[in-house]
């Protein structure tokens, strides 16, 4: 129940293309839904973020969408860029007081091709 | 953004030794950090959750006397691998809540190899 599933394990994307990766979970009580974009070699760094109180969150190319209903959220990269070619983390956690704790999904790994 | 820094950002070390690695917070004070642990071309696993002055709690599996955590600060927590064998090698991450907006803030990762 503490599982997020992510899907799909690598992609594949032509230059100015959309980059779409989804997460699932289980757990009801998870209220915090971060991204995460991980280079080889060092530490993942947050892209966005969003709470189950919107459906939908936007920052620049990247957005969330998030269906409450259905315990699934998704990350869409519009005009994709080869220098968004790195590995993609859904996350979850619960307790306002410990978004730290992180339950992570098990990766995508995006090609942009140029 | 918020800063957190982990040092070393890659270790060798022959078997059986020890291994300290510290995880600090530049510009902000965190009473909550997390440990995580990456095998290549997988997924970050938590270790535990370090608070500041007070015991570390591990996740089911992690073993507390291999694992050691030490939070004795607001701006640094540690991790000292024990007794190291080459099945401890991996990538070694920190986070840090940042007390407003209880984000998480990431570290560089540690490289850990035993050989």
């Known amino acids: 129940q503490q599982q997020v599933k992510q899907s799909p394990q690598s992609l594949i994307v032509q230059k100015g293309g959309i980059s779409i990766i989804n997460c699932a979970y289980e757990n009801t009580a998870f209220d915090y839904f971060p991204w995460y974009q991980q280079f080889p070699g060092k530490g993942p760094a947050l892209l966005i973020a969003?709470?189950?109180?919107?459906s939908e969150k936007k920052e620049g190319r990247f957005t969330i969408s998030f269906n409450k209903s259905a315990k699934q959220f998704s990350l869409h990269i519009m005009d994709s860029q080869p220098g968004d070619s790195a590995t993609y983390f859904c996350?979850?956690?619960?307790?306002?007081?410990?978004?730290?704790?992180?339950?992570f999904g098990q990766g995508t790994t995006l090609q942009v091709k140029p | 953004g918020a800063v957190v820094s982990q040092h070393p950002s890659w270790v060798i070390c022959k078997s059986g030794t020890s291994v300290k690695i510290e995880c600090r917070s530049l510009?902000?004070?965190?009473?909550?950090m997390f440990w995580y642990r990456q095998f290549p071309k997988q997924s970050l696993m938590l270790m535990a959750t370090?608070?500041?002055?007070?015991?570390?709690?591990?996740e089911q599996g992690v073993e507390k006397d291999k694992f050691l955590i030490n939070h004795a600060s607001l701006t640094l927590s540690t991790l000292t691998v024990t007794s190291a064998h080459p099945e401890d090698s991996s990538f070694y991450i920190c986070?840090?809540?940042?007390?407003?907006?209880?984000?998480?803030?990431f570290g560089q990762g540690t490289r850990l190899t035993v050989v």
């Open positions: 370090s608070n500041e002055g007070s015991k570390a709690t591990y």
């Open positions: 996350a979850a956690s619960h307790g306002s007081s410990n978004t730290g704790k992180l339950i």
């Open positions: 969003i709470r189950p109180d919107v």
């Open positions: 510009d902000f004070q965190a009473t909550t």
């Open positions: 986070s840090a809540s940042h007390p407003q907006g209880k984000r998480a803030f």
